[in-house]
């Protein structure tokens, strides 16, 4: 049994009240840790930390804030195997997919921000013979950022590293669900020299923890990831406070098939899109339309590809498809099944818990779960499912996926495949996404902007964009 910890003013100490939750492993259902069950007087303490460690954080030069980024970059590298079980572990994803994008994300987000502060430039507006213009950009102060449990390190980090990049001291809550990771960066910062104040990690659940991070008047900025309700609870909490949000919220992304796709990278993507982390990803497509020529080919192809996603135990090399995160969530996305059932769909694939032998034989499985005959506007094409759960619908013409796509609350992501390249612009300018990928899935340039329209979210996170969000603008006009 392990006992995690908080991370407050550069140590690794208790929970004030000397509470702990059950860390549980989902491949086996059993308990592996104990978590920090921190509360307000956690909170209290980091921010304090985090007020004292700013004056010297905000003035260090950049590059040097840099240099300490990158350092915690090549200790995620070093560590990656160790990182990549206890991801697994924790999550339940199988650990090849741990190993081959979350640990090796955590590290490229540490090492692009540490960079990329020192390439964060100001504007200067010039009136001619009348006045000067410069803006600079100072760190907003103490931040708070709130990661999920779907990816942990790698989002956990997608946070922290532009905060700290900024100048920023931080104020860091992981999912109670999947905190092993973040306790594991607790050490790599120690080791790193990162001085004791400029991140703090505190581990708890939501009510207790999150909403003191974003109650805390001391506390400038929210970043937080995760479902949209929880977000909207933050913007009651947080607006009235004026404090700055960045929401990145929920999804229900379209995945649109043209006829004149390559199908067979388009049903291999779309796999990958559909399942990959048991379709736990907020840009998974799960909802898939196919263009009638080409639908009962993609169809047979799409459920040849679901037959060999293998349901395993996460350590296995072979293991495609791991366990869902918590028996609740398993819960929820079966309740999902029987809704698509009681909506008149077709059950093509799956559908089912799965039952695996010896040490995984209490875990959280479920196998991939195709559905066809689905009203586009019925609950499970509206809804965020969560899970392994992909709807496939023909369409016949191209304003009829425009409407269809576009139906949702959600404006995440979306995925054009075709190989016309006035139609792939056409259509991408008519999707209400804040991603749009032609013939391609989740590839990422930490550069571009990345966020949602409509209720999947606020503000943009990536590249200049977070730097900015973490940054107060001021302008200086001198005149001449």
Known sequence: MQYFQNYIDGQLIAPAAGQYLPGVEPATGQVYAQVPASDATDVAQAVRAAERALPAWRSRPAE?????????????????????????????????????????????????????AQHFASETHYQEGVALNYTVRHPLGVVGCISPWNLPLYLFTWKIAPALAAGCCVVAKPSEITPYTAYLLSELCMEAGLPPGVLNIVHGTGPAVGQAIVE????????????????????????????????????????????????????????????????????????????????????????????????GDPLAPGTRQGALVSKAHLEKVLGYIALAHQEGGHLLAGGEQVHLPGRCAEGYFLQPTVFEGLAPNCRVNQEEIFGPVVTLTPFDTEAEVIEWANSTEYGLAATIWTQDLTRAHRVAHALHSGIVWVNTWLHRDLRTPFGGMKNSGVGREGGLEALRFFTEPQNVCIKL
Do not use: W
């Not at 240099?67 to 991801?87: F, G, K, M, P």
């Open 216 to 311: 805390h008047p001391g506390i400038k900025a929210i970043s937080f990831t995760g479902g949209t309700k929880t977000g909207e609870h933050i913007a009651r909490t947080a607006a009235p406070m004026f404090k700055k949000l960045s929401l990145e919220l929920g999804g229900k992304n379209p995945n649109v098939v043209f006829a004149d796709c390559n199908l067979t990278e388009a049903v291999a993507t779309s796999l990958r899109s559909s399942f990959s982390n048991q379709g736990q990803i907020c840009l998974c497509g799960s909802r898939i339309f196919i263009e009638r020529p080409i639908y009962a080919a993609f169809r047979q192809a799409f459920l040849d590809g679901v037959a060999s996603l293998t349901v």
């Open 64 to 116: 040097e804030r840099g240099r300490l980024l990158v350092r915690i970059s090549e200790l995620i590298e070093r560590d990656l195997e160790r990182l990549a079980h206890a991801e697994s572990q924790d999550n339940g994803k199988p650990v090849s997919l741990a190993r081959s994008v979350d640990i090796p994300r955590a590290a490229s987000n540490f090492a692009f921000f540490g960079t990329a």
